[in-house]
């Protein structure tokens, strides 16, 4: 039924969760995993406003790109095929962008609770990627 699974992947109680669904989802039906972390732009990083200067943009996409390649490793040895891939910008925009760019045909979210002012600020990743993807079936775990 699904072909290539995209799960979005922060590192998160609630993606942790989405990547176990995710992964449980890829064996029943012999998908392709597709694991994808957002870097948002500096001045919004990890739901705190920071000074861009704060943060090394790049030591953050090696050490994401570090731990998806460990979880990549363990998967594949599970028998799944296993893409991954560290991007910047907008989360909701980006995870929309590359599931239509690489066919994925269910994307796998975990639900994080946001504050009042988080979610007026950054919005709701979740929210954003269910109102936009419009080739994929989008399944939030809570």
């Given at each position: 039924m699904y072909?290539?699974?995209?799960?979005g992947?922060?590192?998160?109680e609630g993606g942790?969760?989405?990547?176990t669904r995710a992964v449980e989802l890829a064996k029943v039906f012999g998908s392709e995993l597709c694991l994808l972390t957002v870097i948002p732009p500096s001045s919004l990083a990890f739901g705190e406003i920071v000074a861009p200067d704060?943060?090394?943009?790049s030591l953050i996409i090696e050490s994401s790109r570090k731990r998806l390649?460990?979880?990549s490793a363990k998967l594949v040895q599970e028998g799944l095929k296993v893409r991954y891939d560290v991007l910047t910008g907008d989360p909701g925009d980006v995870?929309?962008?590359?599931?239509?760019?690489n066919s994925c045909d269910l994307i796998v979210l975990?639900?994080?609770?946001?504050?009042?002012?988080e979610r007026l600020v950054?919005?709701?990743?979740?929210?954003k990627v269910a109102g936009k993807a419009t080739r994929a079936d989008v399944l939030v775990v809570p």
């Open positions: 072909k290539r699974v995209l799960v992947y922060d590192g998160s942790e969760k989405a990547l704060a943060i090394n943009l390649a460990d979880i995870v929309v962008s590359y599931a239509e760019a975990g639900k994080r609770r946001l504050s009042r002012l950054l919005g709701s990743v979740t929210h």
